[in-house]
């Protein structure tokens, strides 16, 4: 994976010794909370409702197991000892103090991290496919444009102060698990009709008050283009964007008011007088990237592990395990093991310092010293042997780390809701419980199948819940905790393209949600035909069986 | 009635406004029957810039035992988050503690005084 080299390094020192002074100056009264709060925001430290909150960027997602150690460590001393990986595959923490908050920036700063553009009107941290580098089907591994990316957007002085923020991820494979059209730009890598690299070039997507799926603007572009492309997408958003309506500054907006096809059109003027050349990523300086992601220490191995298949016949849990939690790897003999920070009745994306030691262990026994971070708030082992994903189970299991459920309907993703966020409506963490309890029996939650529910406890959307199978949506009722249901919202991946959810019916009080949630999978297994996913049958039978289900008694 | 509440600078720390200063728990904060002297309080807390950040006046009621505010948000804020009991202020316990727990009702944007104005 790509280490800092002199250059990030200094500045990241530079930076963290920067906030220190401007931190003593606001506790010692020589700036006030107005001057201070752009700065600290600028730094990722926001104030939420019980103390601050930092956002550690992790720049598509990609760990080594010296930086996770880093984050334990962090969360142990500063915090009180667990760290919330969020939907942007960063993570949170919520009990910080402002006089520690420059000791963390340099105890971060000493491996390659930071919380630089975690917040404020710039281009944000980048995610990117969690399994690049390990997937059989990409073309490229696309953290290398990522990593291109991050290097000219990191402090570019003129998209600093952007219209609103700005959220780009890539995927490098056909399968889109970074949930791209839901970004401002999504990068979707393939190979040409001649064999060479070029992107599909998508904008204009984003959740929150009013959400888009983003829209493709350019087909077939020519990799090495991509900066001086996304250059002309930046400039034309930042010549139009309004700035007069936060809630209509997103580019989303603008795309939507000019239509795609106009928007595009005034990205390939300004591109076409563009001089690309001193914009474009260098041959040389790609290639220095391109090496930082070459495949290292795999070794040449049968496809099937005798141990691995024996462990199967033996133990069901692990064999459940290795059914919903393990994947295919592009190398034979290997795997990709998905680590669920779901346990039922556990806070989504949630992980104590124990554990994030005890994956970064992991990551260097057994993954070639790298962890992953999902949007979908869990934690990958992208690179284990398939000999070894037994130990590894057994690690996990006795960390607590082995709940079998990715995908399944108890992998919720949740923001964190009333409970800590100062912008929240209503709290999104005990619906998440209370629904991952409701099917905490594996057999159950294997039964259901593949079932997405992400909750939001707002309409900024943090939690996704446009896009989840089951969304749901905290409000704000005459002064009382409501949620409002949508059904067969899609991020794409597996499930064919994104799609955005469909009001079920009115409101719910937050007691009732999770018996709804059994309703309507009690609707969705009657109903399923062969082989069909809920997302499949909700697709064939539209809302009705399930609204009736839910609003019978209201008629 | 109302009450005068902000995060302490140093640390974030939810804190309560009376006669001493600011102090950590709702059970110990001044509450104002009139508007005056809470708007003079308030602006007194805004010129302290080194204590607390953004103070701001919400509204509590009687419940069962004595006073509470009259927002759930608030309510959140005075005990700590719901997923994990051992953190925030719930943790100490007590009937203090106790008699927030078991107020009731207005999720968000009832209770804050001057929400829309201050945003």
């Known amino acids: 994976m790509y280490r800092y080299d002199d250059i990030d390094k200094a500045m990241l020192a530079d930076r963290a010794a920067e906030f220190r002074e401007q931190c003593a100056r606001r506790l010692a009264g020589e700036i006030d909370e107005d001057q201070f709060k752009p700065i600290r925001l600028m730094n990722g430290l926001y104030l939420q409702l019980h103390a601050y909150m930092l956002r550690i960027a992790i720049p598509y997602g990609t760990l080594s197991s010296e930086q996770l150690r880093k984050l334990a460590h962090v969360a142990r001393r500063y915090d009180r000892g667990y760290g919330h990986f969020t939907t942007r595959t960063n993570l949170q923490l919520h009990w910080i103090k402002l006089a520690d908050a420059p000791d963390i920036l340099d105890d971060l700063a000493s491996v390659g991290l930071h919380a630089i553009q975690t917040s404020g009107n710039c281009i944000r941290n980048l995610t990117a496919d969690p399994h690049a580098g390990a997937d059989a089907d990409e073309v490229d591994d696309p953290r290398i444009w990522a990593e291109a990316i991050r290097q000219w957007s990191t402090f570019h002085p003129e998209f600093s102060f952007l219209p609103r923020k700005f959220k780009i991820a890539v995927i490098a494979a056909p399968t889109d698990r970074a949930a791209t059209r839901i970004y401002d730009i999504g990068l979707r890598l393939h190979r040409g009709e001649a064999g060479e690299l070029a992107f599909e070039v998508l904008v204009g997507g984003g959740l929150g008050r009013t959400p888009y799926l983003g829209s493709t603007i350019r087909q077939g572009l020519p990799a090495r283009h991509l900066l001086s492309y996304l250059q002309a997408i930046l400039r034309v958003y930042n010549r139009h964007g309004r700035r007069d309506n936060a809630w209509k500054a997103r580019i989303k907006v603008l795309v939507a008011s000019l239509g795609a096809e106009e928007f595009a059109r005034q990205v390939e003027e300004e591109w076409a007088r563009t001089d690309t050349a001193p914009v474009d990523l260098p041959d040389i300086e790609l290639a220095r990237i391109r090496a930082a992601f070459a495949p290292v220490g795999f070794e040449t191995l049968p496809p099937v592990s005798a141990l691995f298949e024996a462990a199967k016949s033996e133990d069901r849990a692990f064999a459940r395990f290795a059914r919903n939690n393990v994947m295919a790897h592009k190398k034979a003999g290997y795997a990709i093991v998905n680590i669920a920070l779901k346990t039922p009745g556990e806070t989504p994306g949630d992980c104590s310092s124990d554990q994030m030691d005890v994956v970064a262990d992991l990551a260097a026994h057994y993954s070639l010293d790298e962890a992953r971070v999902s949007y979908e708030q869990n934690l990958i082992l992208p690179h284990v042997k398939l000999d070894d994903v037994p130990a590894v189970y057994a690690a996990l299991a006795a960390a607590g780390l082995a709940s079998p459920n990715i995908g399944l309907i108890s992998d919720i993703i949740a923001c964190p809701g009333l409970d800590y966020c100062a912008l929240a409506n209503a709290r999104a963490i005990p619906i998440a419980q209370a629904i991952a309890r409701t099917f905490a029996d594996p057999d159950l939650a294997d039964a259901v199948g593949p079932l997405k529910i992400k909750i939001s406890g707002c309409i900024n959307a943090c939690g996704h819940h446009h896009v989840g199978h089951i969304g749901i949506l905290g409000v704000d009722k005459k002064g009382e905790e409501f949620y409002q249901l949508t059904l067969g919202g899609s991020g794409g991946g597996d499930e064919g393209e994104a799609s955005l959810g469909q009001i079920l019916g009115p409101a719910l009080p937050a007691g009732e949600v999770a018996p709804a949630v059994d309703q309507l999978v009690g609707v969705y297994l009657r109903q399923r035909e062969v082989g069909e996913r809920f997302l499949d049958t909700f697709r064939r039978t539209g809302l009705t069986p399930f609204k009736e289900a839910i609003y019978a008694d209201a008629h | ?119």
């Open chain 2, 1 to 119: 009635m109302k009450a005068l509440t902000a995060n302490r600078l140093a640390d974030g720390e939810v804190v309560f406004w009376n006669a001493a200063g600011w102090a950590e728990r709702f059970a110990d904060a001044q509450v104002f029957a009139d508007d005056a002297p809470a708007l003079a309080a308030e602006a007194r807390a805004r010129g302290e810039i080194t204590m607390a950040v953004d103070p701001y006046l919400i509204e509590v009621e009687p419940v069962e035992g004595g006073l509470a505010p009259v927002s759930y948000r608030e309510r959140l804020r005075a005990l700590g988050p719901t997923n994990k009991l051992q953190h925030g202020k719930q943790a100490d316990g007590g009937a203090a503690i106790e008699r927030l727990f078991r107020a009731h009702g207005a999720a968000r944007s009832s209770g804050r005084v001057n929400l829309i104005k201050r945003k």
